[in-house]
Protein backbone atom coordinates (compact mmCIF):
# COMPACT_ATOMS: atom_id res chain seq x y z
CA UNK A 1 0.00 0.00 0.00
CA UNK A 2 1.38 3.77 -1.01
CA UNK A 3 2.35 5.84 1.98
CA UNK A 4 1.46 9.33 0.98
CA UNK A 5 2.94 12.91 3.31
CA UNK A 6 2.03 16.16 2.50
CA UNK A 7 3.94 19.63 2.24
CA UNK A 8 3.60 23.03 1.37
CA UNK A 9 0.56 24.53 3.74
CA UNK A 10 0.93 27.90 5.11
CA UNK A 11 -0.41 31.23 5.80
CA UNK A 12 -1.24 33.45 3.09
CA UNK A 13 -3.44 36.29 2.17
CA UNK A 14 -6.61 36.29 0.01
CA UNK A 15 -5.97 36.78 -3.63
CA UNK A 16 -2.64 34.53 -2.97
CA UNK A 17 -1.18 31.58 -4.30
CA UNK A 18 -0.25 28.27 -2.20
CA UNK A 19 1.38 25.00 -3.96
CA UNK A 20 0.97 21.75 -1.97
CA UNK A 21 3.45 18.44 -2.42
CA UNK A 22 2.60 14.77 -1.65
CA UNK A 23 5.33 12.79 -1.51
CA UNK A 24 4.43 9.16 -2.28
CA UNK A 25 6.28 5.91 -1.28
CA UNK A 26 7.00 2.59 -2.66
CA UNK A 27 6.90 1.48 -6.75
CA UNK A 28 3.17 1.66 -6.80
CA UNK A 29 2.33 5.26 -6.98
CA UNK A 30 1.58 5.00 -10.61
CA UNK A 31 -1.11 2.22 -10.14
CA UNK A 32 -3.20 4.76 -7.72
CA UNK A 33 -5.29 7.59 -8.73
CA UNK A 34 -4.62 10.56 -6.45
CA UNK A 35 -6.78 12.99 -4.87
CA UNK A 36 -7.10 16.26 -2.10
CA UNK A 37 -9.15 16.59 0.11
CA UNK A 38 -9.77 19.10 3.20
CA UNK A 39 -11.66 19.59 6.37
CA UNK A 40 -12.46 23.32 7.43
CA UNK A 41 -12.97 23.74 11.24
CA UNK A 42 -15.89 22.37 12.39
CA UNK A 43 -16.61 20.77 8.78
CA UNK A 44 -16.75 17.45 7.36
CA UNK A 45 -13.61 16.26 4.98
CA UNK A 46 -14.96 17.08 1.58
CA UNK A 47 -13.62 16.27 -1.74
CA UNK A 48 -11.29 18.95 -3.45
CA UNK A 49 -9.36 17.11 -6.79
CA UNK A 50 -8.74 14.02 -8.11
CA UNK A 51 -6.21 12.79 -10.96
CA UNK A 52 -6.21 9.57 -12.28
CA UNK A 53 -3.41 6.81 -12.92
CA UNK A 54 -2.00 8.76 -16.24
CA UNK A 55 -2.81 12.00 -15.13
CA UNK A 56 -5.07 12.48 -18.54
CA UNK A 57 -8.57 12.86 -16.49
CA UNK A 58 -8.80 14.98 -13.60
CA UNK A 59 -12.02 16.75 -11.66
CA UNK A 60 -12.95 19.16 -9.55
CA UNK A 61 -15.13 20.25 -6.42
CA UNK A 62 -17.12 23.33 -8.40
CA UNK A 63 -15.68 25.45 -5.05
CA UNK A 64 -12.15 25.08 -6.15
CA UNK A 65 -13.05 25.12 -10.20
CA UNK A 66 -11.01 27.20 -12.46
CA UNK A 67 -8.69 28.49 -9.24
CA UNK A 68 -6.78 24.99 -8.30
CA UNK A 69 -5.03 22.39 -10.59
CA UNK A 70 -4.24 18.97 -9.51
CA UNK A 71 -0.99 17.44 -11.25
CA UNK A 72 1.35 14.20 -10.67
CA UNK A 73 4.68 13.62 -11.81
CA UNK A 74 4.88 9.81 -11.56
CA UNK A 75 8.39 9.24 -12.48
CA UNK A 76 9.00 11.95 -9.11
CA UNK A 77 6.21 9.13 -7.18
CA UNK A 78 4.43 13.13 -6.33
CA UNK A 79 1.09 14.69 -6.50
CA UNK A 80 1.03 18.26 -6.32
CA UNK A 81 -1.71 20.66 -5.89
CA UNK A 82 -1.62 24.43 -7.28
CA UNK A 83 -3.96 26.64 -5.60
CA UNK A 84 -4.61 30.18 -6.98
CA UNK A 85 -7.02 33.09 -5.70
CA UNK A 86 -7.35 31.50 -2.61
CA UNK A 87 -10.56 32.79 -0.52
CA UNK A 88 -11.06 32.69 3.50
CA UNK A 89 -13.08 30.24 2.75
CA UNK A 90 -10.16 27.61 1.41
CA UNK A 91 -8.86 27.43 4.72
CA UNK A 92 -8.75 23.83 6.32
CA UNK A 93 -6.30 21.13 6.67
CA UNK A 94 -5.30 19.57 3.52
CA UNK A 95 -5.03 15.84 2.90
CA UNK A 96 -3.58 13.76 0.03
CA UNK A 97 -5.05 10.59 -0.71
CA UNK A 98 -4.28 7.12 -3.23
CA UNK A 99 -7.00 4.94 -4.30
CA UNK A 100 -7.00 2.05 -6.79
CA UNK A 101 -10.61 3.41 -8.16
CA UNK A 102 -11.29 6.28 -10.39
CA UNK A 103 -13.08 8.01 -10.18
CA UNK A 104 -13.53 7.91 -6.17
CA UNK A 105 -15.30 9.11 -3.45
CA UNK A 106 -14.22 9.28 -0.23
CA UNK A 107 -15.15 6.04 0.88
CA UNK A 108 -12.75 4.42 -1.87
CA UNK A 109 -9.63 6.01 -0.88
CA UNK A 110 -6.98 3.18 0.51
CA UNK A 111 -4.34 5.97 1.55
CA UNK A 112 -4.33 9.36 3.78
CA UNK A 113 -1.87 11.53 4.80
CA UNK A 114 -1.73 13.63 8.10
CA UNK A 115 -2.47 16.53 6.47
CA UNK A 116 -1.09 19.76 6.29
CA UNK A 117 -2.60 23.52 7.23
CA UNK A 118 -3.76 26.31 4.66
CA UNK A 119 -5.12 29.43 6.44
CA UNK A 120 -5.92 32.03 4.74
CA UNK A 121 -6.19 35.52 5.92
CA UNK A 122 -8.51 38.54 4.25
Known amino acids: QVQVVESGGGLVQAGGSLRLSCAAS????????MGWFRRAPGKEREFVAG????????YYADSVKGRFTISRDNAKNTLYLQMNSLKPEDTAVYYC???????????????WGQGTQVTVSS
Open 26 to 33: GRTFRRYA
Open 51 to 58: ISWSGEST
Open 97 to 111: AASVIWPFRISDVDS
